[in-house]
């Protein structure tokens, strides 16, 4: 990131009216303020840092282009190229977490290289991703591409991904019997979609795990007993699993 970091930087080329450095920082700031994000300099840098508690040099993104030329040059030259972002609290330095970084590296690549026109291809963006930072990727992405008139390609097995788009968006590629990939529109509608519904009539996952359907198996080996053993699951059971399973119970058997 260190690296990508000075590229942002240094480049004077603008996208949709506003410089690339600028873009990145504003897609940034939704994770925490610019003064608390930044990255490790080498060691015995004296322009413009904070030192932490435990002595680490340190510059945020929010004084990377401040002071003149000669400043500039000189503090981006400590700048460590293999350093990861870090965050900063009280002079204390914090590691970001797998999707927050997972995030700002999305951010930094898109915003240094798309250009009028481009396709941006993805495959599974959702690896290390937390499902509350989908919705912002989503949103980033969609900004950008629909203000340089770009488009994606993106591969996932995300439900959360699926959920940001309209069903016309969305292909899905089914495997049929006859080993033949078929590409399907799902007839879901899938703007706004429950998770579940997602999961289900897009990925065509279980609606309910392997262990309902190991209780599913044990009240039809047992009908008898089927009731009782079912009253003992209803805590911990959902609603919708608790219906599903009440529903195979033998209608004379209920309670």
């Not at 930072?133 to 488009?151: A, E």
Request: charged share 25%; hydrophobic share 40%.
């Amino acid at each position: 990131m260190g690296d990508v970091l000075m590229r942002l930087a240094r480049t004077r080329e603008t996208i949709i009216a506003r410089s690339r450095w600028e873009l990145f920082c504003d897609t940034v700031k939704q994770i925490a303020p610019l003064s608390e994000i930044g990255i490790r300099l080498r060691p015995h840098h004296h322009v413009l840092t904070t030192v932490s508690a435990h002595n680490e040099r340190f510059l945020s993104l929010e004084d990377f282009l401040n002071g003149g030329e000669q400043e500039r040059l000189e503090r981006w030259g400590n700048v460590d190229g293999r350093a990861e972002i870090q965050r900063r609290i009280n002079g204390v330095m914090f590691p970001l977490s797998s999707g927050q970084l997972t995030f700002i590296r999305f951010a930094a690549q898109v915003c240094l290289h798309i250009e009028n026109g481009t396709m941006v291809l993805f495959d599974e963006p959702e690896i290390h991703l937390h499902p509350n930072y989908i919705s912002d990727f989503v949103r980033l992405l969609s900004s950008l591409l629909s203000k340089t008139g770009s488009f994606a390609i993106l591969a996932t097995h995300s439900a959360y991904f699926v959920r940001e788009v309209t069903r016309s968006q969305v292909i899905v590629l089914h495997q049929a019997i006859n080993n033949q990939i078929q590409v399907l529109t799902p007839r879901l509608r899938t703007f706004g979609a429950d998770i579940g519904e997602i999961s289900h009539f897009v990925f065509e996952d279980q609606l309910f795990g392997n262990l309902v359907q190991q209780v599913r198996e044990r009240l039809k080996r047992d009908p008898a007993q089927a009731a009782k053993y079912l009253s003992a699951l209803e805590s911990e059971l959902s609603v919708e699993a608790w219906m599903s399973l009440n529903r195979e119970i033998p209608r004379k058997e209920r309670k």
